[in-house]
């Protein structure tokens, strides 16, 4: 007969590491270790709206006016496309002020198009965006969430819309992972994914959290070959790296049957 229990695991709890990559450790109280089990998450409060889509990873755009460089960092957070183009509106007018600039470019959004557009205010100097880090490690990394794509943009006086719709929230999911589960399971060509436990959507509005209950998350069953009472669990992107949750503590639930 399948010996089964439950693990109540909260971010809060750990005994060392961070929000994002935490060790937890548990009394056993007659649990038996060193075997096999099966593992199924059953429940999860997630705060996927306290995740900023705007990172270190996307978050600078590039232009130039008369054939100077400029390069606008946005702080990381969560913005709306209309605060996202009034920031990059403020750096341009405030590069042009600052270096006597003769022309200039006015950045707007369609929403029925979902682009942005751009144009200079004049032909005195000439205007670019540049176009996608598809194409160069010196070009824009906010290309995914303005719609950029990979060529650069040069500009006119009559408005030239982006190449794709805007996407304020390029990070659509992450994953739970854990060091004791196995699974055959890939992400991509250069990521390894066997300790995946449970692929989060983000569907939650800005700042808000994520609950799941045992009715969204059936049959999720991972292994875990050899039970130990001390887990490693971390949270990445697509792409392996850990994504910050901002200081905001998490917790779920894990169901853990002896086979």
Do not use: W
Not at 88 to 97: A, E, H, K, R, Y
Not at 136 to 158: K, V
């Amino acid at each position: 007969m399948s010996e089964e229990f439950y693990l109540n695991v909260d971010s809060r709890d750990r005994i060392n590491g961070s929000i994002s990559n935490f060790n937890y450790q548990y009394t056993s109280r007659n649990v038996p270790l060193n075997q096999p089990y099966k593992v199924s998450l059953t429940q999860l409060e997630f705060p996927a709206g306290c995740i900023y889509q705007v990172n270190q990873y996307n978050n600078v755009f590039k232009y130039s006016i008369a054939g100077t460089s400029f390069t606008y960092t946005a702080p990381i957070g969560n913005y709306t496309v209309i605060e996202m183009i009034g920031a990059i509106q403020s750096d341009i007018t405030t590069n042009v002020t600052n270096n006597s600039l003769t022309t200039s470019i006015i950045v707007s959004f369609d929403p029925i198009y979902n682009k942005i557009g751009f144009q200079k205010t004049n032909n005195n100097n000439a205007a670019v965006i540049r176009g996608s880090t598809l194409h160069g490690i010196a070009d824009n990394s906010m290309y995914e969430l303005l719609g950029i794509g990979l060529n650069d943009m040069t500009l006119t006086t009559t408005v030239i819309y982006t190449d794709n719709v805007v996407d304020m929230a390029p990070i659509d999911y992450v994953y739970l992972r854990c060091n004791q589960v196995y699974s055959n399971s890939f992400i991509n060509n250069n990521t390894q994914s066997n300790d995946v436990l449970y692929r989060i959507q983000i569907a939650a509005d800005r700042n808000n959290k994520l609950y799941l209950s045992p009715n969204d998350v059936l049959n999720n069953l991972v292994s875990l070959p050899s039970l130990k009472s001390n887990f490693n669990f971390y949270i990445t992107d697509y792409k392996g790296r850990l994504v910050d949750l901002n200081g905001t503590d998490y917790s779920f639930q894990i169901k853990l049957i002896n086979i």
